[in-house]
């Protein structure tokens, strides 16, 4: 081996453990080590205010539309229904254009929301890679743009003011590492995922590279159910699975908790009764998961977003930018639930929300 490809090999290794946390020397007993104590700090109790301390007064009587990839999602709609909330603070009037499932083919969306007279525009759920044309728009208009999962990346991004989404890396590398921790690294996995949206994507990714790392667990197939149909593909996929692996198939991953309802559907569980397979989800943190995990059923934990917090600080980001400040470049520490800790940070209602009391942290900066 050349002196330069020596070279280059060790860079790239020290961006992938810089990513994952890996060690050179890093042999099964530290990895279980290390992974334990990654699980252990994400499912600690998130009672403590790590978002912003200082910002403007927030501005009063502004028009808000909120453009919603599809609001039968319940975490767009929860988004939806925070923003109105926070936005109560300063008098704005919150307007909704669902784009059910079809904003990315091409509509000029944005436009329309321009044209309503829109002081600021929240993107939720639709990629604003698609976006280019009314991005262009809405700054010729001077129209602040924020985005909500608009976005892989966190922060200002393709003409947003920023975008506000928890690390899809880290959601999925603490699912990964919750599976090989719950199985004690004898897990074999079905992955479900949604390469059709980026955002998903990035997470079934970072999962699997994660679990490259066990020793002792084993991929057994990448299953590509898009969300928008997966209620009329799940029943074959599983069927096909079940034939294909029968009794190695221990353990599930998903990128979203949607599969696991189509899971505990009663047309498809019976199918896997006899695996009696545990399974997590990087995202969302639905009510129904939260109702699965508490009753030790097929899902053992989740990675919620805090669907509630994160409204608020769209709202808050749209305010820095009506006042021509910088974004936060606040981002969520990734959290998990299981049924050790799902009493709290909001679990009592079925959800994730932070006991950080970060309306009062917010309402408190506005009013300076």
């Known amino acids: 081996m050349t002196a330069k490809l020596s070279k280059c090999l060790t860079v790239l290794f020290v961006v992938f453990s810089f990513i994952t946390g890996a060690t050179a020397q890093e042999n099964p007993v530290q990895f279980m080590s290390r992974a334990n104590a990654k699980v ?9 205010w790590e978002g912003p ?3 403007p007064k927030i ?8 453009i919603a990839g599809d609001m039968s999602d319940a975490a767009i709609a929860g988004v939806f229904h925070g923003v109105r909330e926070a936005s109560a603070a300063g008098a704005w009037e919150t307007l909704s254009i669902d784009c059910r499932g079809r904003c990315n083919q091409g509509a000029a969306i944005i436009s329309q929301a321009i044209d309503m007279k829109a002081d ?6 639709v990629d604003v890679a698609t976006q280019a044309k009314g991005i262009a728009a809405a700054a010729k208009a001077k129209v602040p743009v924020v985005g909500w999962h608009a976005s892989v990346k966190s922060g200002p991004t393709d003409g947003l003011f920023t975008n506000i ?6 959601a999925a590398q603490v699912a ?20 059709s949206n980026p955002y998903m994507a990035a997470k079934s990714a970072a999962m699997i590279e994660a679990i490259k790392q066990c020793d002792g667990c084993r991929i057994l197939s990448v299953e590509d159910v898009p969300l928008s149909d997966a209620y009329l ?13 029968g009794a190695k198939w221990t353990h599930v991953m998903a990128v979203n908790d949607f599969y696991f309802d189509l899971l505990d559907a009663s047309s498809i569980a019976p199918l896997v009764a006899s695996n009696k397979l545990s399974g997590i989800s ?3 943190g639905s009510a129904t998961a939260y109702r699965r995990i508490r009753s030790k059923g097929i899902q053992s934990g989740t990675v919620p977003e805090p669907l509630t917090m994160h409204a608020w600080q769209l709202v808050d980001e749209l305010n820095r930018a009506f006042s021509d400040q910088p974004a936060s470049a606040f981002v969520t520490p990734v959290h998990l639930v299981t049924s050790q800790n799902i009493a709290y940070d909001g679990g009592e209602k079925n959800t994730f929300d932070p006991a950080n009391d970060y309306r009062n942290h917010y309402q408190h900066m506005w009013a300076k």
């Not at 501005?59 to 909120?66: G, Q, S």
Request: zero cysteines.
């Open 40 to 48: 252990a700090r994400a499912a600690a109790l998130k009672n403590r």
């Open 53 to 55: 301390v200082d910002g």
């Open 59 to 66: 501005h009063k009587k502004k028009k808000i539309i909120f």
């Open 120 to 125: 600021g525009i929240i993107l939720a759920g």
């Open 165 to 170: 989404t928890s690390n899809p890396k880290e």
């Open 176 to 195: 990964a590492l919750f599976t090989v921790v719950d199985s004690n690294s004898k897990a074999g996995i079905v992955v479900f995922t949604d390469s």
């Open 233 to 245: 593909k799940m029943k074959g996929v599983v069927e096909n699975v079940v034939k294909r692996h």
């Open 282 to 284: 990087a995202g969302d």
